[in-house]
């Protein structure tokens, strides 16, 4: 139960104000969700380098430099090189210097710590409380890049906990991320489906699965656009999707049409939201010839390099 | 020509504004709307409204009379439930555009989203590009334009109206099929689009009801009435009950429909007691002015509270299922008691709303009877997610209910098997909810509480979504609730027992520390005053009763509600056999049970030591069984049970 943005800039040089597109367009959604916000925001990728985001314990500080102590380690033992570090928020950010695989990290640190995202270019900012509650806390505003995506959640069928926030990554693939509106009916069968395949997931949640579902496509050569039109035979339910990678960004959206989303599009940008009123938010005062996609359909957009 | 500015002011302030001006008569222009939702909500003035830009969801919603212009594009549900009026979009519609609309033309110049006049009754919805898939699903009557293509599924199980396409229909939905379009209603097409000054194409495909699935093919055989003591068996495996079933079964082919509650054994209230000794707690006759019973509910959240003279409701039952006869006599009856009665389904009647001394005014998801005048003369709206005897179903009125008069006042052809929706046409989650509720609060100018109706099913959830959704309190109705059609095998096996709903409903409001921000009022198979302060004990504000109001009214509980026939003239809608019921005779009945009611609720706080209800607590209980000590977390005290059996010479 929720409310989705996501924005992309066309141009190649990365100084757009991703964050505060983003803020700005969670905001005007927020009754849609006022539980958690998260975003998943995209800068340029540095070669040969894995950014990574942890939930530490905010209770106490002992066992917030116990994990921190503990997730080193493990890095250390799988052959990364730290590279920086911070403390922001609950979060723990580290940059590692790796040339292993990227599945096998990612389980590792997964058994070791709450990861929040892994990528070369991907960083998933999630807590709970509003777009500017998050934004206080993490300076969201301050990012800049090409691409990514928000969501504001009402908490339903989970707790509020930052961890049960969106976006959700692909747990084990680098980069993929994804923000949802709706509920995957045939969650367990395709769950089960993946983890056949050795997939492992982090959460109980249909974001997560739809996110795993992509990205194994991604991995096995397929195209985004073609996973996502396999996406909407295969998942049940009712959604409207963003997916984010690198590179691209793209929308699914079930046969029912029983969740909103709308888009805009121009020479500087493409924006998608759950209301008009969240794309309304970029451009104040100025009537938008938006588009609302027809149901069962998917669309992607790529980044100008 | 006033302009307001959404940049300067919220939108609330603005239709307040609206309101004012409308009164005055003044042409408005609205500036800045950038997409906002609920502009121009509730306004009943035949005034102009000009848009600047693009609106949100509810534009124009709940409105009569005012013509309403927006320049650009609108979300969700323009024109939502309109009257008399207009809107005249010059961009695109999001979904269900003209949604239960009762009269109101609509225009769309662009493209419109899917579902396009769902539920509506009547007026025209008129779309210059093209239609998203499931245009007119379930409309009950009106018309639908459609200049360009429409896409899937047109017309789905619409029972009436018409719909005019003059692209390509890509498929047509359940029970509609294509017709000849005659000259006359062509004509009137023609003048439609030529007063909203757009083209005419050369000709139209017209889509209408195909009559199959109105009507059961069988109806229900009436039946040799089995009395409920009867009916609802015992621990016999073959018993009359099932006998009937298949006897009913035989002749129809098909699942059964037949009113009242369900009938087999579930956990229940009586299966707790008093901690006390409680056998000389009937003994002080004044007992009714040593305690305090008033309640409020529906104040939390500032708007005006129902104010009732103990924390008793009647429970939600529709005119429809029942008589006017009836639903006027239990408007009477808790006048006289000084509690609160509510419509159910199907509208709100002169007499009912005269007679009730407060009223509060269900919305579902066909909205049958719906509309913004009777909300604005309603004590508090209620939204019906689901109700406990069948949780997630639609309601079901036979044809020999649907009377002309009764389909007058829900807006829908009369005579057929009306099957209500079970969905609303914009709540698919909660997040469509919360934006629903601040429809209704913007539409009664936040005076009036907001109230959802639950039947327990995934309680945990629905109750967080509730509270979360700035509800100002929840109707939670147990599996033990009644109704007057359902599916007998939903009845009786779908949907959780009212002392776990309570428990659950309890628990997940104190899981979100939330247990402040709702008022719980809990229903289903509650049977008296006993039952009212086991669940008030339990935590509830407050408890409505249904089925033993009507009994106390003269229902002679022959299960027979969904033929139409009722002997007592309760559930029926037959002039003749309504004329058997006496509604000022059973109002007094109906008084006299709810006295009995208040009494038993004082003598037992009393006799718990309390001079007030709202001292009652859970450490007053214990469960009577292991069953109900694993449901409540009630300490279990066999020894109490027989103790309990004495108290107030109720059978507890």
Known sequence: MCGIAGVMYRGSDATFGTGEALIRMLDGCQHRGPDSTGFALYAPEAS?????????????????????????????????????????????????????????????????????????????????????????????????????????????????????????????????????????????????????????????????LIAVYLADKLAQGVKLQDALSTSIDDLDGTFSFLVSTGDEIGYAKDRLAAKPMIMYEDDDLVAIASEEVSLNRLFPGKALNTREPAPGTYATWSRSI | MVSIDLAELSVREANAQLRTLGE???????????????????????INVNVQGSAGYFCAGLTDQARFQVSHNVGWGVGDNMYSGSVVVGGNAGAIPGVAIRGAEIVIKGNMGSRAGQVMKAGTLCCAGNANFMAGYM??????????DSGERVGEDMSSGEIFVAGSVQDLGSDAMLTDVDSKELQSVYEFLDRYGIKAPKGFSKIVNAGKKLRYGTPETPMRSIPFNTFSGD???????????????????????????????????????????????????????????????????????????????????????????????????????????????????????????????????????WNIH????????????????????????????????????????????????????????????????????????YEVPVSVKLGAGRIRDDIKIAAKDG???????????????????????????????????????EEIDARDNIQLVVMGGLRDGVDAVKALCLGADAVAFGTSVIVAGGCISCMQCHIGQCVTGIATQDPEHEKRY??????????????????????????????????????????????????????????????VQGQMGVSS
């Open chain 1, 48 to 208: 040969g380098r894995l950014k990574l985001r942890f939930f530490i314990d905010p209770e106490s500080e002992t066992d917030s430099d116990v994990a921190i102590a503990e997730i080193r380690q493990r890095l250390v033992d799988l052959g990364a090189g730290i590279e920086e570090e911070a403390r922001a928020g609950d979060n723990y950010r580290v940059t590692i210097l790796y040339d292993g695989d990227v599945q096998k990290l990612s389980y590792e640190m997964k058994h070791a710590a709450k990861v929040i995202s892994i990528g070369t270019s991907l960083d998933i900012v999630k807590d709970v409380g509003s777009a500017y509650d998050v934004d206080d806390r993490y300076h969201v505003n301050q990012f800049h890049g090409t691409h990514g995506l928000g969501h504001v959640r009402l908490a339903t069928e989970s707790d509020v906990k930052p961890e049960a926030s969106h976006p959700f990554w692909a747990t084990g693939f680098a980069d993929v991320a994804i923000v949802h509106n709706g509920q995957i009916t045939n969650y367990w069968k395709m769950r089960r489906r993946l983890e056949q395949r050795e997939f492992e997931f982090t959460t109980d949640n249909d974001s997560e």
């Open chain 2, 24 to 46: 005055a008569g003044e042409e408005v222009e609205i500036l800045n709307p950038d997409a906002r939702h609920h502009i121009g909500v509730g306004l009943t003035a035949p």
């Open chain 2, 139 to 148: 409309m009950y009557g009106g018309r639908i334009i459609i200049l360009g």
């Open chain 2, 235 to 369: 621990s016999t495996y073959w018993n009359p009950k099932i006998q009937e079933d298949i006897t009913v079964k035989a002749q129809s082919g098909r699942y059964r429909i037949r009113g009242y509650g369900g009938a087999r054994p579930l956990p229940h209230l009586s299966d707790i007691g008093f901690r006390k000794d409680l056998t000389q707690a009937g003994d002080d006759r004044d007992v009714v002015s040593k305690v305090r019973m008033a309640t409020e509910i529906g104040g939390i959240n500032g708007a005006r509270p129902l104010k009732i003279s103990m924390p008793v409701m009647i429970a939600p039952m529709s005119y429809g299922a029942l008589s006017r006869s009836t639903k006027y006599a239990i408007a009477m009856g808790s006048a006289m008691a000084g509690i609160a009665e509510n419509t159910g389904e199907g509208g709100m009647s002169d007499a009912q709303r005269d007679a009730a001394g407060q009223l509060i005014f269900q919305c579902l998801g066909g909205r049958l009877g």
């Open chain 2, 374 to 445: 009777d909300m604005r003369r309603a004590d508090a709206l209620e939204i019906y997610i689901s109700q406990g005897a069948k949780p997630g179903l639609g309601g079901q009125l036979m044809a020999k209910k649907v009377t002309p008069e009764l389909a007058e006042i829900r807006g829908i052809p009369s005579g057929i098997d009306l099957r209500s929706p079970s969905r609303h046409p914009d709540i698919l989650g909660a997040d469509d909810l919360v934006i629903k509720v601040e429809e209704f609060r913007e539409a009664t100018g």
């Open chain 2, 471 to 509: 509800f100002d309190f929840v109707e939670l109705d147990g599996m033990q609730g009644s109704t007057g059609a359902g599916s007998a095998e939903v009845i009786d096996n779908v949907g959780i027992p009212t002392l776990p709903a309570i428990i659950e409903a309890i628990e997940a409001l």
């Open chain 2, 582 to 643: 006496q509604p000022e005779v059973e109002a007094s009945n109906i008084h006299r049970f709810l006295e009995s009611v208040r009494w038993q609720i004082a003598a037992i706080t009393r006799g718990l030591g309390y001079d007030d209800v709202a001292s009652l607590n859970r450490d007053d209980l214990v469960a009577l069984t292991r069953e109900a000590a694993d449901i409540t977390g009630l300490p279990y005290e066999p020894p109490m049970a027989e103790a």
